[in-house]
């Protein structure tokens, strides 16, 4: 009965060394991944742009949205005639319901410049422009955080608490048994 009660305390530290462990591991793997160390959320950043004939804008400060630790920028454009963005290699097109052509974007890299393509209707036939984005990593501001991390505190809590019945069990076991 002893070994018993012995081998399900060591199993129970195990177990929530376990979870300790993996959750605290898959966190920060999962940071590593990411293209920006912020947490998930919405802010806003400055962006700048170049290209085109001058007469497009885009909104700036605009929103920045991180999903899973990628970063992702709401382009407004000045015009309702954009009618897809090309990023990365990659075709974005505008998100529904809004005035103005509006897309989310991923964002490939900070503070520095990044080629894009708009495609514009609004002379006589559609042209693709190309632009240049910088977005500008020191001008970030917190708008709204998610609660992404509640996952995580919530097994490495579990892991705790599985630690301590563990170490209870087995303590309290082996003092009853001499």
């Known amino acids: 009965m002893k070994r018993k009660w012995i081998k399900t305390g060591v199993l129970l530290l195990a177990a ?3 979870l300790v462990c993996s959750s605290v591991l ?3 793997a999962a ?3 990411g293209s ?7 802010y806003t950043i400055e962006i700048t742009m170049k290209g085109g004939s001058g007469r497009a804008s885009i909104t700036s400060p ?3 949205t991180v999903k899973d630790g990628r970063a ?3 382009i407004q454009w000045s015009s309702s005639h954009y009618d897809y963005m090309i990023v ?3 075709k974005f097109l505008p998100i529904e319901g809004e005035e103005y052509s509006t897309f989310e974007i991923p964002v490939l890299a900070f503070d520095e410049p990044v080629t894009v393509t708009a495609d514009t209707t609004a002379m006589s036939t559609s042209h ?3 632009y240049t984005l910088t977005f500008q990593e020191k001008t970030i501001e917190i708008r709204s955080e998610k609660r992404s991390g509640i996952w995580v505190m919530t097994a490495v809590g579990a892991g705790v608490l599985i630690v301590a019945v563990g170490a209870a069990v087995y303590c309290k076991k082996r003092k009853q048994n001499g």
Do not use: M
Request: hydrophobic share 30%.
């Open 16 to 18: 929530g060394y376990f």
């Open 26 to 28: 898959s966190g920060k």
């Open 31 to 33: 940071e590593a991944a």
């Open 36 to 42: 920006t160390d912020k947490k998930d959320g919405e």
């Open 62 to 64: 605009a929103v920045l």
């Open 72 to 74: 992702y920028a709401r």
């Open 88 to 90: 990365g290699g990659e």
């Open 128 to 130: 693709e422009i190309e």
